[in-house]
């Protein structure tokens, strides 16, 4: 495969992507980025594809979680290390109710893009283009910040460089012991508020107890001690995607070099779409959000293309599916039959956040605890009574005490938001309402481990 055919998206419909008025700036931004090391290498991403593909297969399960959107102003070593931190529980507590590894990827390193509802946002009469994430204008409402600068790609490839390196370090470097993490576990079970789940954490305290016990520690066996951990994002802005796509030189093989898994959103699966172009070239894993407009034909057409025809290649395609806590029944059944009629290996997992999202009665865009929990046992549900698998949950989050999504232990209500509201586009869960998810998470799984993910490797 030839370098020259990643650019035939550019021959295809734009779609959530901003015009560049200094054509000579862009040229020369992407002239670097084609110059940079890439941030991921192919290797790295066959690795994930072949963990993917036990997902599909009931044989491990998927934890993708992070950033809305990553801001240039609150990167810090704090907000990674705290972000991790937490992705480490929710996979411990994960694979204790699944009894398979749980694959860790985070929303992180990358994912600086957003789409948007309306092309241009006005206040008080002054009318200005909508924030579209650092890595293409700044949040301020002024007209120089909402100016698209492609320099801005750039820094997002500085700061995405930055954060793999120090979660390599993290999830090498004795950051990740098991001890360590349950004990942080052990920390919030210790609160009145989550009593509930003492025991989970109690047994799990046993196990690590046995495993010490049978002469294990993280010293003389690794896997106690480090853990694989995969970066994601939305592929969006397609100059950044394209500037950090390299060639293998062992295969041929296009890979992106941006992520080790990219996806394409709601918004841009137009499947004569630049984005379905790009992304139906590299050899990443690649995901599609799949929302209540996705048709059933539609996703025949886009199943066929990101696949290239092998509907056999498990842990290429994974399926995002985006409804609304209340319009998962009328959805998502009728998307796993065409699966099922395809005859095609996809990992399929919740996003239960972006259909979700609501307006306060205080004027906060949030997302209602009860409501996440609520498509999340939807899909488990639809899932055991298909008799198909419910491969892993996709969560927007973040490592820190932020007030933007309701409910929880905490009992967040619409009036504790503008405490702590930091996201620059969509509400978060917190560090604690995530932890929690994990271990309601792990009851469903607890649940229909033998109806479901059990079968599923007969």
């Not at 084609?34 to 491990?60: H, I, N, T, W, Y």
């Not at 009728?334 to 009629?341: G, P, S, Y």
Request: hydrophobic content about 40%; glycine content about 8%.
């Amino acid at each position: 495969m030839q370098m020259s055919g990643i650019s035939s998206w550019r021959q295809r419909e734009r779609i959530q992507m901003p015009v560049y008025t200094d054509a000579a700036a862009l040229r020369a931004v992407e002239d670097r980025l084609r110059a940079l090391p890439p941030l991921v290498f192919a290797d790295e991403a066959r690795r994930l594809k072949s963990e993917l593909a036990a997902v599909s297969r009931g044989q491990a399960f998927l934890l993708q979680g992070g950033d809305c959107a990553e801001s240039f102003e609150q990167f810090g070593t704090e907000q990674v290390r705290d972000f991790f931190k937490v992705i480490l529980q929710m996979a411990m507590v994960l694979t204790y109710g699944a009894k398979v590894p749980v694959v860790k990827v985070g929303r992180i390193a990358g994912q600086f893009a957003k789409p948007r509802s309306a092309p241009t946002e006005t206040v008080n009469d002054v009318e200005l283009p909508s924030y579209r994430g650092d890595i293409i204008n700044g949040f301020d409402f002024s007209e120089a910040a909402r100016a698209p600068d492609p320099n801005r790609m750039i820094e997002a490839y500085t700061q995405a460089a930055a954060t793999l390196n120090l979660l390599r370090g993290l999830s090498k470097g004795g950051f990740a012991d098991v001890n360590k993490v349950h004990a942080w576990t052990l920390d919030w079970t210790a609160e009145d508020k989550a009593a509930d789940y003492r025991a989970i954490a109690g047994a799990l305290q046993d196990t690590l107890d046995f495993i010490r016990a049978a002469g294990l520690s993280p010293r003389k066996a690794e896997e106690l001690a480090t853990v694989d951990f995969y970066s994601s994002h939305e592929a969006l802005l397609l100059e950044y995607e394209e500037g950090l796509t390299r060639v293998d030189p062992q295969t041929g093989d296009l890979v992106a070099g941006s992520g080790h898994l990219i996806w394409i959103g709601d918004r841009t699966r137009q499947p004569d779409g630049a984005h379905v172009e790009f992304c139906r070239q590299v050899i990443n894993p690649i995901g599609l959000k799949c929302g209540p407009t996705t048709s059933n034909e539609d996703l025949k057409v886009l199943i066929d293309k990101l696949m290239g025809g092998n509907l056999d290649d498990a842990g290429r395609l994974m399926l995002i599916t985006r409804f609304g806590a209340d319009n998962v029944e009328d959805h998502l059944p009728r998307l796993i039959d065409t699966v099922e009629e395809m005859g095609a290996k996809v990992v399929w997992t919740c996003d239960p956040m972006h259909g979700n999202t609501i307006k306060s009665a205080t004027g906060y865009k949030t997302r209602p605890f009860e409501n996440v929990l609520k498509e999340v046992q939807e899909f488990f549900r639809i899932h055991a009574a298909k008799g198909t698998v419910p491969g892993g949950v996709h969560f927007e989050m973040t490592g820190q005490d932020v007030t933007e999504c309701t409910g929880g232990l905490r009992a967040l209500t619409d009036e504790d938001l503008s405490d702590r509201y930091h996201t620059a586009c969509d509400p978060r869960l917190n560090a604690s309402q995530a932890l929690e998810l994990a271990f309601l998470v792990n009851q469903l799984m607890r649940n229909t481990k033998g109806d479901v993910m059990t079968a599923a490797t007969a």
